[in-house]
T-cell receptor, first 117, second 109 residues
Framework: DADVTQTPRNRITKTGKRIMLECSQTKGHDRMYWYRQDPGLGLQLIYYSFDVKDINKGEISDGYSVSRQAQAKFSLSLESAIPNQTALYFC????????????????FGAGSRLTVL | EDKVVQSPLSLVVHEGDTVTLNCSYEVTNFRSLLWYKQEKKAPTFLFMLTSSGIEKKSGRLSSILDKKELFSILNITATQTGDSAVYLCAVDGNNRLAFGKGNQVVVIP
């Protein structure tokens, strides 16, 4: 099984619908992230969480919300989807305390491709 | 605001060529610079660099960091078609990663 699992992998929806993307991890990492990827734009940070009670906005949080239900679960919601939210969404985890290096190396899920019509 | 700029954004090379990818950055509280490879799926980790002048190597790939001039280079020697991918540079500052737009590399036989 994958260390970081995203569901759904693909979703097509209509403008105005509420959408939730879910992420679960078995790595035991404290930190979780949601990124969005558009062609030619790299990865843009939407929200991140350093533990269950910690939620932080990233570069492009408008139109999105998140919930950290447990250490292993971090979900991303689009309350009212719009076409320019069509993108590939990645969940990632990290734990600088592991490995002894203090490095913030991200492990990514396989991605959730969302299309808003 | 943290800034990561990669160049060139796209290049096409022939098998056997050498590729040099550039990443420059402006970030407060720099901790490390990371390179990832993305082949139509999730990015996979290649290197992490924290100190200037120390080259990291993995097979035909190598990378080096210059913390004074604020840039990193990723080299790929004797390229193969399997090296075709987007190479992402990310900088860890303020406890989160800021990514560049990526270097898209296409290797043709």
């Amino acid at each position: 099984d994958a260390d970081v699992t995203q569901t759904p992998r693909n979703r097509i929806t209509k403008t105005g619908k509420r959408i939730m993307l879910e992420c679960s991890q078995t790595k035991g990492h404290d930190r979780m992230y949601w990124y969005r990827q558009d062609p030619g734009l790299g990865l843009q940070l939407i929200y991140y969480s350093f533990d269950v009670k910690d939620i932080n906005k990233g570069e492009i949080s408008d139109g999105y919300s998140v919930s950290r239900q447990a250490q292993a679960k971090f979900s991303l919601s689009l309350e009212s989807a719009i076409p320019n939210q069509t993108a590939l969404y990645f969940c990632a985890t990290s734990d600088p305390k592991q490995g002894g290096t203090g490095a913030n190396v991200l492990t990514f899920g396989a991605g959730s491709r969302l299309t808003v019509l | 605001e943290d800034k990561v700029v990669q160049s060139p954004l796209s290049l096409v090379v022939h098998e056997g060529d050498t590729v040099t990818l550039n990443c420059s950055y402006e970030v407060t509280n720099f901790r490390s610079l990371l390179w990832y490879k993305q082949e139509k799926k999730a990015p996979t980790f290649l290197f992490m660099l924290t100190s200037s002048g120390i080259e990291k190597k993995s097979g035909r790939l190598s990378s080096i960091l210059d913390k004074k001039e604020l840039f990193s280079i990723l080299n790929i020697t004797a390229t193969q078609t399997g090296d075709s991918a987007v190479y992402l540079c990310a900088v860890d500052g303020n406890n989160r990663l800021a990514f560049g737009k990526g270097n898209q590399v296409v290797v043709i036989p």
